[in-house]
């Protein structure tokens, strides 16, 4: 039973973030006006007062005061599980939603919460960015992970599978397998979802480069040449010594170690992956400002699966998740309706 102590100082954080006059401890947090943001504003609180830091998604588990403190009694870090309910719903299958580059499903908040379907909705969740296990830097490895952990909710298809960014080219590995094992997958929806620039081609590659390092230059212009240059040119971490062009999603809040290695591993794992040709449907939904990104998605992607179809949604990669989330959940809640019919 966690202390009344601990308990007042749980309570007297939730009111200050939730700008509430008292709060119950069994209320729920999302119940209350909680958020994503709001959810890390509370952790880096809680952080900041117990000497403890936890994921915003904890939040998803322990949505109460109580459980959160009954969290914090325990000598041990929470091992986050690879499964997140996001949204619950009575009607299978589930929509399983794969992470971004930061590994966290605390990110799909908006975007879940607008989403209009009966199914429910799975987040898969990164494995080690709870600072309990080392991340994979493969995103084999994430896939393989991810499947193994699905089949124990949905042993078989059929499957609705979305990733954004990152998690694009893990459900689409994802999907690979599935298919490949004989099972059916009603839904593999890619959300702004790019390879590495090496594995596009010449003219893609040209092309990105000129307008990144035109649009960058506005920005870096006043920074040594070094840090100029970094901003364009990463150095390959598959072979040493050889340098090529890259680009890194920014770095906009402060990570937690865990976190950090979490994202480098993950910046790795998409350094690495060559996507494959897979024998079904994309459903690709792009960004329509391209910002680090290709703006044709199609010259990327057509010839990589029998079928491909695009749709263009407001903002860009990050400002479809964090501002125009109402475009994008309903272009998820119309995929799923229609993958099953």
Known sequence: MPTSTLVE?????WERVLQRSSVNIEDNFFDLGGDSSLALQLFNEIAIAC????????????????ALAAVLEQPT?????PLVLLKEGPEEPPLFITHGLGGSVIDFFQVVKHIRTSHPIQGMQAKGIDGTEEPFDRIEDMAQFYLDAIRQVQPSGPYLLAGYSLGGLVT?????????????VALLAMLDSYPDIRYLSLAQRAFLLTRL????ATTTMKLPMSEALSLIIQPSRRRAGTPRLS???????????AMQ????????????YQPRYYPGKIKFVRAETPTDFPADPSAVWAHLAAEFEVETVPGD???????HFESLASVISRYVGEALR
């Open 9 to 13: 100082m749980l309570t007297a954080i």
């Open 51 to 66: 000497g403890r830091e936890l994921q915003p998604v904890t939040i998803y588990l322990a949505p109460t005061v109580a």
């Open 77 to 81: 870090d929470l091992r986050l599980p």
């Open 172 to 184: 689409f590995e994802m999907a690979q397998r599935l298919t490949a094992a004989g099972e059916k």
């Open 213 to 216: 390092a035109t649009r960058r």
């Open 247 to 257: 680009y890194k999603p920014p770095i906009n809040v402060p990570l937690s170690p």
């Open 261 to 272: 290695r979490a994202r480098e591993c993950a910046y790795s794992a998409l350094t690495s």
């Open 317 to 323: 990669h990050l400002g479809i998740m964090t501002t």
